[in-house]
């Protein structure tokens, strides 16, 4: 490789990878400040909801969600999936700048792989729309509690052992391939494009197939709280193992054992004595 277009490929994994983390912080920070606000200990929740805006909003546990309450819970899931996803999807973007500009036919290599980042991240836009959806419902029938975790013990125990059992699928398997490979993924899927709509399409179709990797992951959250912060950088870094470390098949299927081993155990906790 001529070492001018060595230099220039470094200078543009920089940028990005700076952009990159820059847009994960931020979620974080988001996250972080949420989190906060939402911390009421000591506090009777029982017959009040919080609100995720960051402003110590509460509505009546019993009221139906305003179109502002929703707008905020969809924020919150988005920044929430911006911020656990941007580390695991950014061999991907990478590589994906490298080959950009390595391409002659390309006058704006940043303008293509931000729109291949857009259409990732428009993905993980559709995912939280359909969690915000979910919660809404959840809410709906007082099966999650002030800290937005499941008040169902069977409900709890159900989804972990529905987790579990999707880390040994089939689909599972299929869809994390394809996030493990960046350069597989492209050629596979007729390479690199030139234009808005083939940069935006290709980069949603990898986003489909990390949600598709992911979203029993996510779904946990609805067992341990929402914003439950702690738990939000355990699924991030398993997510993060299970694409970047060779071994990353076998990292998601002991995730998925154990997933299933606390979903028996609430539910054996649970039997009469």
Known sequence: MPVALDAVLRRDRLI????????????????LWLAADMDMDGMDMSELRMVPAGMGLMAPAAAPWSAVEFAFVFVMWAAMMIGMMAPSAAPMILMYARVVRQR????????ATGWFAAGYLLAWAGFSLAATLVQWLLERQALLDAQMASANMLLGAAVLIAAGVYQWTPLKNACLAQCQTPLGFLMSHGGFRSDVRGCLHLGFLHGMYCVGCCWVL????????????????????????EKVVPWGKWVARIAGVVCIASGAWMVLAQLPA
Do not use: E, H, R
């Open 16 to 31: 990005i990878a700076s952009a990159l983390g820059l847009i994960a912080a931020l979620a974080w920070a988001y996250l």
């Open 104 to 111: 002659k036919d390309t006058s704006q290599p940043f303008a």
């Open 218 to 241: 996510m779904a946990l959250l609805f067992v341990v709280g929402v914003m439950n912060v702690l738990w939000i950088a355990i699924l991030a870094l398993l997510v993060l193992l």
